[in-house]
């Protein structure tokens, strides 16, 4: 009923910059907060950051200063604006979507990731 799709992966160098973007389709009422995880090899999946349908943003330390939600309610989209990337932020990219279908239907949506490498 929902899908998501996303865009912006791809190879950068260290110090570079990358825009990942995450387009919702479908049967939606609304859309609540939004977000963004990362897994890289071999660890677990983590929080890189959130905003709230108010705006308000919230990133994991690692990215603070460097990384920048944000997000477009008329299109449904979320996007992550990645600068200063650095190896160690080499991961499959997930993006988060906390969506209500009807007033009664909610529920959270995933990505079906996508990849970001940062080497030289």
């Known amino acids: 009923q929902v899908q998501l799709v996303e865009s912006g992966g791809g190879l950068v160098q260290p110090g570079g910059s990358l825009r990942l973007s995450c387009a919702a389709s479908?049967?939606?009422?609304?859309?609540?907060?939004m977000g963004w995880y990362r897994q890289a090899p071999g660890k677990q999946r983590e929080l890189v950051a959130t905003i709230t349908s108010g705006g308000r943003a919230n990133y994991a330390d690692s990215v603070k200063g460097r990384f920048t939600i944000s997000r477009d309610n008329a299109k449904n989209t979320v996007y992550l604006q990645m600068n200063s990337l650095k190896p160690e932020d080499t991961a499959v990219y997930y993006c988060n979507l906390d969506i209500a279908l009807n007033i009664l239907l909610r529920r959270l949506e995933w990505g079906k990731g996508i990849l970001v490498t940062v080497s030289s």
């Open positions: 479908g049967r939606i009422f609304t859309i609540y907060d």
